[in-house]
């Protein structure tokens, strides 16, 4: 069973410039989530993708967008990068949406600094 | 809204001890699941145990343990017999929706 894949490792961008995160989520899994952990904080939410919807955001501006893929696979672009972007970009893959009644599986990140 | 407070920014611990990381909640749900989640220098976050809020009997996994107080919104992590691959950033999570909330974590230093 393949885990959850994040990609690039890093990644260094300048002000102002888009990025795009790459997520393939764990096989059997359909629910891809994405988390924003800036240095020495706990993860926050940005949003969650089921079958290729967005099934719930978080406290994040438009410039943060996603899409996910008939294969669940899924993308997190930023537009308009600004310094506090910089952090570790975490993706987690679940079987189902939906309370923590299904385990959330995490890759191991995109380290995105902004210059 | 939904917080989760963990208090101990770090702790340390001999090996072969045992130690305890603290986690409060603050939820207005009735159904949710909590969670330790353990993060490396490798940076993979790691699932370490898992509580249902409607069960009573504490979840245990191995050597990891956890003391949940529903009512006094309280969900702390025990490790016993500490290891140097136990050395990693220890976060508390709680999920009632969705999303996991995570508090900004305790790290943890286990020492030979």
């Known amino acids: 069973e393949t885990g959850v894949t994040q990609s690039p490792t890093h990644l260094i961008k300048t002000r102002g410039q888009q990025v795009t995160l790459r997520c393939s989520s764990q096989?059997?899994?359909?629910?891809v989530s994405w988390y924003q952990q800036a240095l020495g904080q706990g993860p926050q939410f940005i949003f969650q993708?089921?079958?290729?919807?967005?099934?719930g955001r978080g406290n994040f501006p438009p410039r943060f967008s996603g899409l996910q893929f008939p294969n669940y696979s899924s993308e997190l672009n930023v537009n308009a990068l600004e310094l506090d972007d910089s952090a570790l970009y975490l993706c987690?893959?679940?079987?189902?949406?939906?309370?923590?009644?299904?385990?959330?599986?995490f890759g191991p990140g995109t380290r995105l600094t902004v210059t | 809204a939904q917080t989760v407070t963990q208090s101990q920014p770090e702790m340390s611990v001999q090996e072969a001890e045992t130690v305890t990381l603290s986690c409060t909640y603050d939820?207005?749900?009735?159904?949710?699941?909590l969670f330790w989640y353990k993060q490396p220098p490798s940076r993979q976050m790691i699932l370490v145990i898992r509580?249902?809020?409607?069960?009573?009997q504490n979840a245990t996994e191995n050597r990891f343990s956890v003391n949940f107080q529903k009512a006094a919104k309280s969900f702390s992590l025990k490790i016993s017999d500490s290891q140097l691959g136990d050395t990693a950033m220890y976060f508390c999570?709680?999920?009632?929706?969705?999303?996991?909330?995570f508090g900004k974590g305790t790290s943890l230093l286990v020492t030979p």
């Open positions: 999570a709680l999920n009632s929706g969705y999303a996991l909330n």
């Open positions: 096989s059997g899994h359909n629910t």
């Open positions: 993708y089921y079958r290729e919807e967005e099934n």
């Open positions: 939820t207005s749900e009735n159904n949710y699941y």
């Open positions: 987690a893959s679940s079987r189902e949406p939906g309370q923590g009644i299904y385990e959330q599986y």
């Open positions: 509580q249902e809020a409607y069960k009573q």
